[in-house]
């Protein structure tokens, strides 16, 4: 997990924490920063992978900036048809970066561990519950 993430985790567990009885007030934004921060296992936000296209807090869509000043609808649809034509593929490379990550950590979980061969009628302790 990168720096970035740990921060943004580390500051979303703080404002639940300090939120305390508003919990139900304060979850959907809480929700909505889950969301939107890229994931380091699959390298990709969640909300892109579920719908297709960037999100974008509610105040930057009533913001006139330079990517909305140049959008012409018509090739804004045309451009979302794409995206969602190639979605599926977009998906597969997420998937394949998080088995890639999860084999990084097996391979190094198994690189320190100390194995150990057991024979019939070896002695073992066992812990009785």
């Known amino acids: 997990m990168d720096s970035t993430n740990k921060v943004i985790i580390q500051n979303l567990k703080k404002k639940l ?11 959907p934004s809480v929700l909505w ?22 999100a974008l807090i509610p105040v930057a869509v009533g913001e006139p900036t330079l990517r909305f000043s140049r959008a012409n609808e018509e090739a804004n649809n045309e451009a979302l048809l794409v995206k969602l034509d190639l979605l599926k593929e977009h998906r597969d490379l997420a998937y394949v ?6 084999q990084m950590m ?12 057991f024979q019939v009628r070896d002695l073992v302790l066992r812990k009785v519950t």
Do not use: C, H, W
């Open 106 to 117: 097996e391979t190094y979980y198994n690189r320190r561990a100390n194995l150990q061969y």
């Open 17 to 27: 924490e300090d939120a305390n009885g508003k919990l139900l007030d304060e979850l």
């Open 97 to 102: 970066r998080m088995v890639v990550q999860k």
């Open 33 to 54: 920063a889950y969301r939107t921060t890229s994931k380091s296992s699959t390298g990709e936000i969640p909300f892109l992978l579920v719908y297709g296209s960037e």
